[in-house]
């Protein structure tokens, strides 16, 4: 009788995983996951791309990239899906105009997702261990070196490689900065990263006056992606120390480290002749000399961040949207921050960025870059 009794289990257990499997199988086909009509603007996009017509005739279904295939994972995911049908049934994408207008936020979902799950439907057919590097091109085989050791997932250098990104503008760009920089709440002690080009003062009366200040109150520019430290605060303007280093020779140029053109500020003479002078360290590589320099200046308030690590993630989704629609994402790490400087404007013609904007996306690549502290 107990016999029976585990078979009969067995067989419902059975019964029910067939069932689970079954709806499973129907409801990640390509047929189901475009028979919404706003899925088709997605749809059509796919149809264009590598992932549905190459010369191997190899054909990437929806599941493939966007359902994971381990049980649990797989479980969650279909879970989270049921948004989608609320999204369906109020209407959020449902015209063009809208998708547009969401497209960011949607595919920023399926990157968190896919960089927290490593990627794992891109690695359901790729195999870095069974890449052929002599059929690549030299860039890309330098790319998947240095990226797949480190266990980069692969949609942080591949977005858009099946679907449009998210047309990035200077108005966006600036519309995304301008959010950030809104919530910041300058104190005394805190540490504040700009997102535009800011006029640097020597005294304060010059900073709140409004007017064009003289040559002995001009301080020069301090520029985009540049952090510094509040020292003190008068209404909208904030007394800051600005800490870089001085190539010897050159002394109008403060930069972010020592030996990198990650360039800080540009200064006046006035502002020259108060800077506070550290000792001077000969960089071994190119036996230049150089010295760790500090500025006391004032700024306004305004396009100052404080959450910083918003601010570059930001700057690196304009980075993914921007650069990546053309060809794969090139990872912040593929250079060093000086190489940064000729490629980044090599390709300057084809994003559309003001000069501040294309500034703050340097910075960050430079930042990022192979021998500097924040590269991955």
């Known amino acids: 009788m107990i016999g029976g009794a585990l078979v009969l289990g067995l067989l419902i257990g059975l019964g029910a995983w067939g069932s689970y499997e079954a709806v499973t199988a129907f409801v990640t086909t390509n047929a189901f996951c475009t028979s919404c009509h706003e899925m088709q603007t997605v749809a059509d996009e796919y149809q264009h791309r590598i992932h549905f017509s190459n010369p191997a005739g190899v054909r990437a279904q929806c599941a493939d990239c966007h359902v994971p295939k381990p049980f649990v994972a797989r479980i969650l995911h279909m879970i989270g899906a049921t948004r989608d ?8 994408i449902n015209t063009p105009a809208k998708f547009e207008a969401h497209r960011l936020d949607m595919a920023k979902r399926v990157w968190v997702e896919m960089t927290a ?53 200077a108005a966006s760009f600036a519309e995304a900065m301008a959010t950030i920089s809104a ?17 640097l003062f020597l005294t304060s009366d010059a900073a709140t006056s409004g007017a064009p200040p003289s040559d002995d109150t001009a301080g020069g520019t301090l520029l985009p992606g540049s952090t510094v430290t509040v020292t003190a605060v008068r209404g909208t303007t904030v007394q800051i120390s600005l800490a870089g280093w001085q190539q010897n020779e050159v002394p109008r140029a403060v930069y972010a480290l020592r030996g990198q053109r990650i360039l800080t500020a540009a200064l006046t003479p006035a ?7 550290g000792s001077d360290e000969t960089d071994p590589d190119t036996a230049i000399v150089w010295r760790k320099v500090t500025l006391i200046a004032w700024i306004t308030a305004d396009g100052m961040v404080a959450a910083q690590q918003e601010l570059w993630d930001g700057v690196a989704d304009i980075y993914a949207a921007a650069c990546g629609s053309c060809h ?49």
């Open 271 to 277: 502002a020259i002749a108060q800077l506070q002078l």
């Open 183 to 199: 919530a910041t709440s300058a104190t005394a002690g805190a540490a504040l990263t700009s997102t535009t080009s800011k006029k």
């Open 117 to 169: 799950n490593g990627s794992l439907g891109c690695r359901s057919c790729h195999a870095f261990e069974a890449m052929d590097f002599a059929h690549q091109t030299p860039k890309a085989s330098l790319a998947m070196h240095v990226t797949m050791p480190a266990g980069t997932s692969c949609i942080s250098c591949h977005k858009g490689i099946s679907h449009h990104l998210p047309p990035v503008t």
């Open 85 to 92: 049908l609320v999204g369906h049934l109020t209407g959020v």
């Open 328 to 376: 794969a994402l090139t990872p912040p790490a593929a250079y060093t921050a000086n190489q940064w400087i000729g490629t980044a404007n090599a390709m300057r013609q084809n994003v559309a960025l003001d000069d501040d904007q294309y500034r703050l996306l340097v910075k960050y690549l430079q930042l990022n870059a192979r021998d500097t502290a924040r590269a991955n």
